[in-house]
């Protein structure tokens, strides 16, 4: 699967990752890709985003084995190959799990 390689700059659209390619922009849902409608002027480059919980220690717990990950921050998840957007919209609540697992805080 391809990577993000944009966020929007607009917090209403921030949980979304967008692909910008010769063909135009991309959105991803789901584990599919599809063609948006929104200018490339609305995005800025995924390193440029700030992260939500960027600096905190992130909890997976896997639903079916119960097989906890630990990692020191969000960046680690991702570097691991996880959804920077999936996992802060398991945080937020407005995504059940991302890969198999629950996603929470360490306290």
Not at 54 to 70: D, F, Q, R
């Amino acid at each position: 699967m391809k990577q993000a390689t944009h966020k929007h700059r607009s917090k209403d659209f921030s949980y979304f990752e967008y692909l910008v390619t010769e063909k135009g922009v991309f959105i991803l849902t789901g584990d599919e890709w599809i063609k948006s409608s929104v200018e490339l002027a609305s995005l800025l480059p995924i390193h440029e985003a700030k992260l939500e919980h960027e600096n905190k220690v992130l909890i997976g717990e896997h639903c079916t084995s119960g097989e906890l990950i630990i990692f020191a921050n969000l960046a680690k998840a991702v570097e691991s190959g996880f959804a920077a957007g999936s996992i802060n919209r398991c945080l937020d609540e407005t995504q059940n799990t991302h890969k198999g697992y629950k996603w929470r805080l360490a306290a």
